[in-house]
């Protein structure tokens, strides 16, 4: 007999937070791509290979500045004083972050010349600042998510994202174009470059400071170190198995600037590579806007009978929307390449394979969810891990074979070897009933649809955006007629 997971109220809760979460991401992510065609029609190859290297380490490093905190937040203000949790976690992240902000600004000159960049450790400094004051808003963010507070989130975040946005713009385009005024000439200097935009982000990294002072004093600013040794015993190992997905995510565009050979431009290519990631982001985005309302809700539903029953409706659900956002995204490429500037087409082929990647990333932080509920964070460690070690290692060896496209390929295969770990532990120390059937059946037919599409690819271009809209149309109605997702969602 067959089981269905319909869209019960938890489920469509979910559902209503992630849609708001997913305004306050999409607006903020909207914006941030607005500057990917200006960074890419500003600057070349290379310069914009300096933007995608020095973000790639942001990755690794905010992990270990927020150390699972935020997570560690969740679980003890799940059962204590959410006040008290508050106040240990924000002091404990506060102190961290000046003493790396201090340490940094001391050691930028060495650590420059280790990182290639020996003309400009000002960069590092700026990078410091940013990380720093990022990691110390990171849980009156993760209050407003636990006090299911997404529209003060959504407003803070915009308004971050639109003084980056206003800056980028203002030294990037503004500026050049009207530098012979005086007054432009005192504040901008073009052999700055690319570093304006790491002083834009650093402007809008204060401002959020700025604008979440009222809150952040308006709670008690208490620490209970016993209680703090709790939460960093359960943190931990999340933060160790963060860092090691992060590897996971950036260790491409570490190596690859030192794995390609110096007369294949490594700096060029990282360009191109990180130009064409950020179409696949549109993946990640709906990833980030799910994982912001889920893991609250997990751990706020985990008491309740079914609960691993919703655990397994949200995975069918979230697969869903991510085959058809894998669709979305390359049936209309043809359109979607017109985003970064004509001289990075030539990495396009890794957006298909870096949107299945994401997917599988969110399947994997879907599945990953046993081991916080239960308390075994320590499977998180050895599996992150184990994928941190393909992903070195078959990036170390393949990149000088297949350059960048190598580097997509180990994405996917990573995060489907976490996901097979996964799912096996889970299964042993916390089952959930996912229908795996059907799953499996819906990615079969969206990844036969994709195939279709690809080789029976048009030189029209009208034509073939013609032949994949159908193609997506019967895709988007056949799940819609297996699950009624419409009617379930428009159902009080």
Sequence with gaps: ????????????????????????SMA???LNYLLVPLHTGVFDKAGYGVITDLYAYVTFLVIFLTYGMETGFFRFAQNMDKNRVYGTAFVSLLTTSLLFIALVTVFAGPLAVKMDYVGHPEYLVWFAWILGLDAISAIPFARFRL??????FAFYKLSSVAVNVLFNLFFLWFCPRY?????????????VGVGYVFVANLIASATTILLLLPEILRHKACFEFGLWKRIVAYSLPLMVAGLAGAVNEVIDRVLLKYRLPEDAHPMEQLGVYGANIKIAVLMVLFFQMFRYAAEPFFFNNAKEKDSRETIAAVMKYFIMFCLLIFLGVTFYLDLVRYFISAKFWEGLGVVPVMLLAYMCLGIYYNLSIWFKLSNQTGYGLMIASVGAAVSIAGNWFLIPVWGYHASAWMHLACYTVMIAITWRLGRRHYPV?????RITLYVVIALALYMLAYFTKMENIALNLLKNTILFIIFAFYLNRKENLLKQILKP
């Design 1 to 24: 007999m067959r089981t269905e997971y319909p869209l019960s109220n938890p489920i469509q809760k979910l559902a209503g937070q992630t849609a708001i979460y997913g305004l306050c």
């Design 28 to 30: 903020p992510r909207f």
């Design 147 to 152: 006090d299911e507070r997404p529209l003060r």
């Design 179 to 191: 530098a012979d005024s005086g007054w432009i000439q005192k504040i901008y200097h073009p052999e």
């Design 433 to 437: 009933p996912y229908p795996l059937k």
